[in-house]
């Protein structure tokens, strides 16, 4: 990797300048983090099946008509994707009540929810990611009501897809957060594209049968057996785990 131009370390992704203009390289790490950077931790072979796993996402997304920024996968650990800016939200669906949302309402986890919540949280680590109201986030210009409105309805759309996507290998989808940004060179006429990733680290998944937590939260709350929750993950999925490694 030493090569290619770091752009920005995160807690689970490396980006570097593309070999293009206007793209970025997406490397995915073996890191986890929980609460904030509070927990720290490595899942063996994370890095490559969530980038295995966001490739049949974003796909199957953009098939759907969902603008994504993803181009194409590279290898094990790197997909190439349109570089954007990002919009500093992370936007949250809800199917079924868990995490801060049971523990800020008072509520059991596993409440099914009469319709989808759409939320969102301030991109802020130094501020804990706090949860932001779109008046907010109008006032303070972090996006424009028409971004907002797209954002929000491809937000309902992945959900909508997701649920069914999930629900055909034996998997509730009980939440997830998304992350959009603003295309830098607009290609296609799309401006507002789905960025960042879709995978275990970022969505809550329960086996319909087991009720078993199948995602990040295995890490999260010390339940063990994570690397083989995502293994498990992937190959209902149809992801082939061989690597180059
Ligand atoms: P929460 O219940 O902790 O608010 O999380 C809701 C969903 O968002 C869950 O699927 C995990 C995901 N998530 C992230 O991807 N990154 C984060 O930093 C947080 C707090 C949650």
């Known amino acids: ?3 290619k131009e770091m752009l920005y370390e995160g807690k689970a992704k490396i980006l570097y300048k593309g070999p293009r203009p206007d793209t970025i390289i997406q490397y ?8 904030n950077n509070v927990k720290k931790g490595t899942i063996t072979g994370k890095g490559i099946i969530n980038n295995k796993i966001t490739e049949l996402v974003m796909t199957r997304l953009s098939e759907i008509g969902i603008p994504t920024h993803f181009i194409e996968r590279l290898s094990d650990r790197e997909q190439l994707c349109h570089e954007v800016q990002i919009i500093p939200l992370e936007v949250i669906a809800r199917n079924t009540v868990a995490g801060s949302m049971a523990k800020k309402f008072g509520l059991e986890e596993g409440l099914k929810l009469p319709r989808p ?11 804990g990611d706090p949860l932001i109201a779109e ?7 972090i996006a424009a009501e028409d971004e907002l409105i797209e954002i929000m309805e491809m937000t309902a759309k992945v959900n909508d897809f997701l649920r069914g996507f999930f629900a055909g290998i034996g998997l509730e989808l009980i939440d997830f957060k998304l992350e959009f940004g603003r295309l830098t060179d607009g290609e296609d006429g799309h401006f507002i594209v789905l960025a960042d990733e879709f995978s275990p680290d970022n969505c809550r998944l329960w086996d319909f049968k087991t009720r078993e937590k199948m995602d990040k939260d295995r890490f999260r709350r010390d339940l063990g057996g994570e690397v083989e929750a995502y293994q498990e993950v992937a190959r209902r999925l149809g ?3 061989e690597t180059e490694e």
Do not use: G
Request: charged share 30%; no cysteine; glycine share 0%.
């Open 1 to 3: 990797m030493s090569d």
């Open 28 to 35: 995915f790490k073996d890191d986890a983090t929980a609460f």
């Open 117 to 127: 919540i759409i939320e969102f949280s301030l991109k802020d680590d130094d501020l």
């Open 135 to 141: 008046n907010h986030i109008l006032a303070l210009e």
């Open 239 to 241: 992801v082939s785990l």
